[in-house]
């Protein structure tokens, strides 16, 4: 299948400042987004609390629960529909005493407002203060060590300007992604680390097939100009590019809409991810080689 002709020239390089310049844009808007919302929208994974899910036999009216949760002196409680029956309650926190038997308290609540077995207490989960912090930082140091692998990776298998280009494209991604889940105020949970480590792998992946071609071709045509090499290479990879990317979001796509609430926000990481890894592979981590190399010129050209 041949979804780029041969000889296709595309001045992907050229397009370098413009590219860059939207990048940082969007990296701006994601940095101001946190900033302004006092940070993101962290999961009880992180913030710690309770989490509550209840299943209904019919679609739950959320002011009614709520007035159930008011009852029991839970009336800030966020509450957020779960597919189409079942909504999830999170508390900030809960008294010791209601603690020992929130269950029981809560059917019996939901008893009185909605009758005996209409509702069902699937699960309580409580997670410490302490708890949620100490995930928090071992979500950030699980992202920086990823970057700094790949770092130690490309610089050993590559060169250096490789691996400076590799890894701002991921923190590139990786920002951006971060940057739509504050936009849209979804929620942060181990899930969605999950998902942007997910993204470094596929981002870095897919950038690794670029430089791979870039070297050949360094190789072969030792006098002609970095930055020709670099356009030749991402045109003669681009029919890989396009076909990997294209096949993976269909996949991830259908789960995102046929996959369930469960892994919905998973599934939109993923989703977002790909677009913005697929758009760094071509146009920032194969530019910022060249820019390094105008910085710094290797042992070949050098030599040459």
């Not at 400042?17 to 006092?38: E, R």
């Not at 038997?101 to 009758?115: K, P, Q, T, V």
Request: hydrophobic share 50%; charged share 15%; aromatic share 10%.
């Amino acid at each position: 299948m041949e979804l780029v002709k041969p000889g296709t020239n595309i001045n992907f390089v050229g397009k370098m400042k413009f590219a860059f310049g939207c990048s940082l844009l969007m990296i701006i808007i994601s940095i101001v987004s946190v900033i302004w919302q006092g940070g993101l929208n962290l999961g009880i994974d992180f913030s710690g609390g309770t989490l509550i899910q209840i299943k209904f036999q019919k679609e739950p009216p959320i002011e009614s629960i709520r007035s159930v949760f008011t009852s029991l002196g839970l009336e800030n409680s966020i509450i957020q529909q779960f597919g189409s029956d079942e909504v999830v309650v999170r508390t900030a926190s809960i008294s010791s005493d209601l603690l020992k038997d929130i269950s029981r308290r809560l059917e019996d609540a939901l008893g009185r407002a909605y009758g005996r077995g209409a509702s069902l207490v699937q699960r309580v989960e409580v997670v410490g203060p302490k708890v949620g912090s100490d995930l928090r930082n071992k979500a950030i140091m699980a992202l920086v060590f990823s970057w700094l692998g790949m770092l130690i990776y490309i610089a050993w298998r590559f060169e250096f300007r490789y691996a400076v280009g590799g890894i701002l494209a991921l923190i590139h991604d990786v920002t951006i992604t971060v940057g739509v889940f504050s936009l849209l105020n979804k929620e942060f949970t181990l899930t969605i680390v999950a998902a942007l480590l997910t993204i470094v792998g596929y981002s870095i992946n897919d950038t690794i097939v670029i430089f791979d071609r870039i070297r050949e071709n360094v190789r072969k045509n030792v006098r002609q100009s970095l930055r020709d090499t670099i356009n030749a290479s991402v045109n003669q990879t681009l029919g890989r590019t396009i076909l990997t990317s294209f096949t993976v979001f269909v996949v991830v796509a259908i789960l995102f809409f046929f996959g369930g609430a469960v892994i919905h926000d998973f599934a939109f990481a993923l989703l977002v991810g790909l677009v913005t890894g697929t758009y760094s592979t071509v146009f920032i981590a194969s530019p910022i080689v060249l820019v390094w190399e105008n910085i710094k010129p290797s042992k070949i050209r050098r030599k040459s």
